[in-house]
């Protein structure tokens, strides 16, 4: 039965392996000269007043060498995509297929029953899924790991350079593509399973899974784990804070810049931020009467951010430690697996009153 199985998905894994191959060759033949290029750059020694200013040169290198932004980019997409594409071509054709040719009736009269039939289909097709899914994502994850390891010494202002919680590097690493593959190959099973066409059953896998993948970053993630909270002192600064002012003099907003993220707390996830009393209590944002002044003539600079400080105004930032970030990532992986067990179980019941 196992041989079967896999002999019916021989197409999808030859075209999996070919992709997968392919995808490795490109990294293979543009990774040494990346790394070279970080080994070149000094931030494997270097000190931590000059990591960042080095950090941000080698970036800009590597921004101006045009194979690398393409490279990544293709990369996150391809990663990004795989979920759903073994969900639409390998979990939906599944049984939608037997159900709307009449195979099902032969496959199911043999000696093999029904539950072991669905068990060893669910189990290849989704092991599969997730290997060539966790695959990819570790290739890249090789591939990058000069990038990464410039962003956390303080390298910004680059696209190749993404927090670890951005959402686009988020679910191309770690843990989680595995989370993605299973859920995606076990919804286009179940969409089969209900609707008995494959083409329907393949359009409505994709819209699910993608509303998912924009609920979870967007609504799901966030609230998963409580946000730690802290003031930081005002003081002007073009490369860590943003301040400016919106409508007129007398209304203020400001910001942390998330590209450099929190003094203290590297590659934290910045939740939030905004003007806060000394004891971290959200205050007006109008600017108060002794600061208009400063407002009026310098705008968003340097003296409005210093009254506003005197004034006792300071920034509250909401935010999750780097600390989290394994944690956010088991978390998400166990709700995709058990959202990808529950439709399973449903898959065994449904099939078991198919006549």
């Known amino acids: 039965m196992i041989r079967l199985s896999m002999l019916q998905?021989?197409?999808?894994?030859?075209?999996?392996?070919?992709?997968l191959i392919a995808f490795a060759v490109l990294l293979a033949a543009t990774g040494p000269h990346l790394a070279s290029l970080y080994a070149a750059s000094g931030l494997r020694d270097c000190q931590p007043a000059s990591c960042g200013q080095r950090a941000n040169s080698f970036l800009q290198q590597v921004n101006a060498a045009s194979p690398y932004g393409t490279v990544y980019l293709l990369s996150i997409i391809l990663i990004a995509l795989t979920p759903a594409i073994?969900?639409?071509?390998?979990?939906?054709?599944?049984?939608?297929?037997?159900?709307?040719?009449?195979?099902?009736?032969?496959?199911?009269?043999q000696s093999v029953t029904r539950a072991r039939w669905l068990a060893v289909k669910l189990t290849v097709g989704g092991l599969a899924a997730m290997a060539v899914t966790e695959a990819l994502s570790l290739l890249f994850a090789w591939w990058a790991a000069p990038l990464a390891r410039a962003g956390a010494l303080g390298g910004s202002g680059s696209s190749l350079a993404l927090n670890q919680f951005n959402p686009l590097a988020f679910v191309t690493h770690g843990i989680t593509p595995l989370g993605y593959a299973a859920f995606a190959f076990t919804l286009g099973v179940t969409a089969g399973a209900l609707i008995r066409r494959t083409v329907p059953a393949m359009a409505v896998t994709l819209a699910i899974f993608a509303a998912l993948q924009i609920a979870m970053p967007l609504w799901i993630r966030p609230n998963?784990?409580?946000?730690?909270?802290?003031?930081?002192?005002?003081?002007?600064?073009?490369?860590?804070?943003?301040?400016?002012?919106?409508?007129?003099?007398?209304?203020?907003?400001?910001?942390?810049?998330?590209?450099?993220?929190?003094?203290?707390?590297?590659?934290?996830?910045?939740?939030?931020?905004g003007a806060a009393d000394a004891a971290?209590?959200?205050?007006?944002?109008?600017?108060?009467?002794?600061?208009?002044?400063?407002?009026?003539?310098?705008?968003?600079?340097?003296?409005?951010?210093?009254?506003?400080?005197?004034?006792?105004?300071?920034?509250?930032?909401?935010?999750?430690?780097?600390?989290?970030?394994?944690p956010l990532q088991c978390a998400e992986t166990g709700i995709y697996l058990v959202l990808s067990f529950a439709l399973a179980g449903y898959c065994f019941w449904r099939i078991s009153r198919l006549s």
């Open 9 to 19: 998905l021989r197409a999808q894994a030859i075209t999996a392996a070919v992709a």
């Open 86 to 109: 073994t969900g639409l071509f390998w979990g939906a054709p599944l049984l939608a297929r037997e159900l709307e040719t009449g195979t099902f009736a032969l496959a199911w009269s």
């Open 224 to 273: 998963l784990f409580p946000a730690s909270h802290t003031t930081v002192a005002i003081t002007f600064n073009s490369d860590t804070l943003n301040i400016y002012t919106t409508h007129s003099p007398h209304t203020f907003t400001f910001t942390l810049a998330t590209d450099d993220g929190l003094a203290g707390q590297p590659e934290a996830w910045i939740r939030s931020s």
């Open 280 to 326: 971290g209590h959200p205050v007006s944002s109008v600017v108060p009467s002794a600061c208009s002044p400063a407002a009026s003539s310098s705008g968003p600079g340097p003296a409005l951010a210093n009254c506003l400080a005197s004034r006792g105004i300071r920034l509250a930032v909401a935010y999750q430690p780097a600390s989290r970030y394994w």
